[in-house]
């Protein structure tokens, strides 16, 4: 298993530039979510996903937009780019427990993407 | 607000003493308590969950404490090593709905031989 992956590694974009950043993961999981990590802030909850078909917002949505079309894909959009979203972003999975309550289920997550806004 | 706090200072050890990592939480009530350890350049992987009914939880040379009453988790490592070095990042549940973590800023960890 591939576990959680993710597209492109790096990228550059001048200001303005739209962007889609794709994560894949093949563990079946339902819940899917994009972070994004700056120097001293921690990981910061972008958008997630319960469910195919399904996305909200979570902390920091402004700027982002996200969907969910397949069960393994959840896809990360920048309509215009700010060099303030300058920033690693990263994507995570988990499963539910039994009867749908979610038990505390670790996170999977992908290797990042290193995002640059000039 | 919701809050949490990690040391941001690296903590600096010497190899075979044990690790003490600090998590502070302020206006949450979290159900359970996760620790992460990230490597540079990559993204974080889990290590140990506790819940809030739960004082301790050990894997390996991993103990992890929880005191909803001080509103702390303690992490530590035991008998370090320089494999050990890493940012270590402790995440709360806040909202039940969607299996939400917050995450704190992590502490950076160096053991050295």
């Known amino acids: 298993n591939a576990g959680v992956t993710q597209t492109p590694k790096f990228r550059v974009l001048k200001t303005g530039q739209s962007m889609t950043l794709l994560c894949a993961q093949d563990m079946n999981h339902e819940y899917m979510y994009w972070y994004r990590q700056d120097p001293g802030m921690g990981l910061r909850l972008i958008h997630y996903?319960?469910?195919?078909?399904?996305?909200a917002k979570g902390e920091v949505p402004d700027g982002y937009n996200v969907s969910r079309l397949k069960k393994q894909n959840f896809l990360l959009g920048l309509e215009s780019a700010a060099p303030s979203q300058t920033s690693v972003y990263f994507c995570a999975s988990s499963e539910i427990g039994p009867s749908g309550f979610v038990l505390g289920n670790e996170q999977f997550f992908g290797p990042g993407t290193r995002l640059t806004v000039l | 607000s919701q809050k949490i706090e990690q040391n941001s200072e690296a903590l600096n050890i010497q190899e075979g003493k044990t690790a003490t990592l600090t998590c502070n939480y302020t206006?949450?009530?979290?159900?359970?308590l996760q620790w992460y350890r990230q490597d540079p350049g990559r993204g974080p992987v889990f290590l140990l969950l506790i819940r809030e009914n739960e004082k301790e939880k050990r894997k390996e040379r991993l103990k992890v404490t929880f005191d909803t009453t001080l509103k702390q988790s303690l992490f530590h490592i035991t008998a370090s090593q320089p494999a050990d070095s890493a940012t270590y990042l402790c995440a709360l549940r806040g909202e039940a709905a969607g299996n939400k973590l917050t995450f704190g800023g992590g502490t950076r960890v160096l053991v050295k031989p």
């Open positions: 996903s319960v469910g195919e078909g399904t996305t």
């Open positions: 206006n949450y009530s979290p159900a359970y």
